[in-house]
């Protein structure tokens, strides 16, 4: 999922900006908006059953209607709702504010601030420059992008794999991966993925793997392949797992620098 960080002063034009680049980019996907509200806080309607729901404890209410659904989520913080809408399938989420993370952004007017990638542009070069800006990855938002761009009738299954950063093994600590050489990782990743496609039946493989500093316990690799049937999708984790363990972990210290443990 990209996402598209419109920053500037207040009155400096941000939303009818993001009013003219919503219907541009639904044209080649689902397209979400956040917008920070700052201290001016959303009031629910008084007395409404999903305002009492959710003064008496619900952690979600939602509201839905023929057209939409509205929800109140408790205690969300900017990445939940990232990783939310990732899970939805969502290709591209706009955030208007916010100011303060470290995303690529548009600036509209004379703000001063680091990440910015185009300045008072007109909406259709966000296009243009689409693939510079920041991607946030779910293990569901690559398995809903293979729905989307590898269907077909004899589709039988989808297969997933979520690595996550061990912290004991046997009698060795880790408590961090040190996995900062991006560019090696995006092409050993790439390899991977393009070597597991090659498998007979399979259809399309999406997998990321996380880059910088990875604490022990939070996710690491997201593999999604989707294939004719269990089996072939089975061999191609498999195969892509045993490559990514053997050729990016276990050679952790001579690809990336310092290693702290296993994974």
């Known amino acids: ?13 941000k939303t009818t900006f993001i009013h003219t680049l919503i219907p541009l980019l639904k044209k080649h996907g689902k397209t979400a908006v956040i ?16 305002t009492t729901h959710y003064e008496h404890g619900a952690d979600i209410v939602i509201g839905t209607d023929p057209e939409k659904a509205i929800a109140a989520i408790r205690n ?3 990445y939940d709702m990232l990783n939310l809408l990732s899970d939805q399938g969502v290709a591209f989420t706009i955030i ?6 470290s995303f690529q952004k548009v600036v509209i007017g004379d703000l001063k601030i ?17 693939d510079e800006f920041s991607e946030v990855f ?10 989307r761009d590898c269907m077909s009738d004899d589709t ?3 297969a997933a794999f979520n690595g996550i950063v061990r912290r004991v093994t046997g009698t060795e600590i880790t408590e961090s991966l040190d996995f900062s050489d991006k560019k090696t990782i995006h092409t050993l990743s790439e390899d991977i993925r393009n070597d597991m496609e090659q498998i ?20 690491l690799t997201y593999i999604a392949v989707i294939a004719r049937h269990r089996p072939e999708a089975f061999a191609a984790l498999m195969h892509g797992i045993d490559r990514m363990k053997h050729e990016l972990h276990d050679a952790g210290k001579t690809l990336i620098g310092e290693y702290h443990g296993n994974a």
């Open 96 to 101: 208007e504010g916010h100011k303060a993370e």
């Open 114 to 130: 680091d990440n910015c990638i185009l300045r008072n542009p007109k909406p259709e070069d966000v296009l243009t420059h689409i």
């Open 35 to 50: 917008k920070h509200l700052h201290s001016h806080y959303f009031e629910q309607p008084p007395g409404k059953d999903t």
């Open 1 to 13: 999922m990209r996402i598209i960080h419109v920053v500037g002063r207040s009155n400096s034009g």
């Open 76 to 78: 969300g913080s900017l």
């Open 156 to 158: 039988g299954c989808i």
């Open 200 to 219: 007979p039946g399979v259809l399309g493989v999406r997998f990321h793997h996380q880059t910088g500093i990875i604490p022990a316990g939070d996710d």
């Open 138 to 147: 779910t293990l569901q938002g690559l398995v809903e992008e293979l729905k």
